[in-house]
């Protein structure tokens, strides 16, 4: 779990976590040219995020495909969010999207 | 070989015949996979299904056994009830078990998914919650009450 955290507390990374949840089974090159980042820093992100398992990757052939893997943040989610307790967040984080959705002040 | 859709990989400590065995044992999945079984005879070309454990009337999903390598290979078709014929309506899962030092690394692959599918939806919050509570199953003995409650469909 100290990697998952360690993972996600990278701004960079969270960006190509989120370049994943957008498309899912991307390529190195095709994760680079949507990022203002180097080909050589998006690699070295994606080595720590599959260090940290929140990233799985599958060969298909010569081209590595990178898959969002978000197991571990299920895991986190299960050790502190009790069944009860669920209902409520979401309802919370409900309000939340309303709320900054909306940018009127009525 | 198509792209697959998703790609999920836990690591559990266990033995990959406990593994593969919390797959296909009606007892197991019963108890990290909100009360529901997989019932089979697990012979390639046979039906299988996932129902509710107290209600057979109640499948959720249907499909055949496609491969099987115990302990190491599980691929099954994935169907809505009454579907499993058409090819179409089909998708894929893979089970792929790989022992480790202490542990197994499981990893699930869901190809031949329909985009926007309701299908597609259900697998995005399903898969990773069924994973984390069979890791703490296997790993604890613990049952996690009920894993859809995070899931909003299954509260609308």
New interface residues.
């Given amino acids: 779990m100290d990697r998952a955290f360690k993972a996600l507390a990278d701004p960079s990374r969270r960006e190509l976590l989120d370049a994943l949840y957008r498309e899912?089974?991307q390529t190195l090159g095709a994760l680079c040219a949507h990022l203002d980042m180097t080909r050589q820093a998006v690699s070295k992100h994606l080595a720590v995020l599959e260090e940290a398992?929140l990233v799985?990757?599958?060969w298909?052939?010569r081209e590595k495909?990178h898959?969002l893997?978000?197991?571990p943040?299920?895991?986190i989610?299960?050790r502190w969010?009790g069944?009860f307790e669920?209902?409520r967040l979401?309802a919370l984080r409900d309000l939340k999207s309303v709320l900054e959705e909306d940018t009127s002040d009525e | 070989?198509s792209?697959?859709?998703?790609?999920?990989?836990?690591?559990i400590v266990t033995t990959p015949n406990k593994l593969f065995n919390a797959l296909i044992d009606p007892e197991m999945t019963r108890r990290y996979w909100a009360n529901h079984r997989n019932l089979s005879d697990w012979h390639v070309g046979s039906a299988w299904r996932h129902e509710d454990y107290d209600d057979a009337n109640e499948v959720d999903i249907e499909g055949t056994v496609l491969e099987t390598d115990p302990p190491r290979r599980l691929v099954v078709s994935w169907a809505s009830p009454g579907e499993a014929g058409d090819p179409a309506k089909c998708s894929r899962v893979s089970f792929d078990l790989e022992p480790l030092d202490k542990s197994v690394r499981l990893?699930v692959?869901h190809d031949d998914l329909e985009p926007d599918s309701e299908r597609l939806r259900s697998i995005t919050f399903g898969?990773?919650?069924v994973?984390?509570?069979l890791?703490?199953f296997l790993e604890t003995g613990d049952v996690?009450?009920?894993i859809w409650?995070?899931d909003?469909a299954a509260?609308a």
Avoid at chain 2, 3 to 11: E, I, L, N, R
């Fill in positions: 899912n089974g398992n799985a990757s599958v298909r052939g495909l898959y893997n978000p197991v943040i299920a895991d989610a299960e969010i069944k669920r209902q979401r | 070989m792209k697959p859709s998703f790609v999920y990989v836990t690591y990893t692959t898969w990773p919650a994973l984390s509570s890791k703490t996690v009450p009920n409650a995070a909003p509260n």
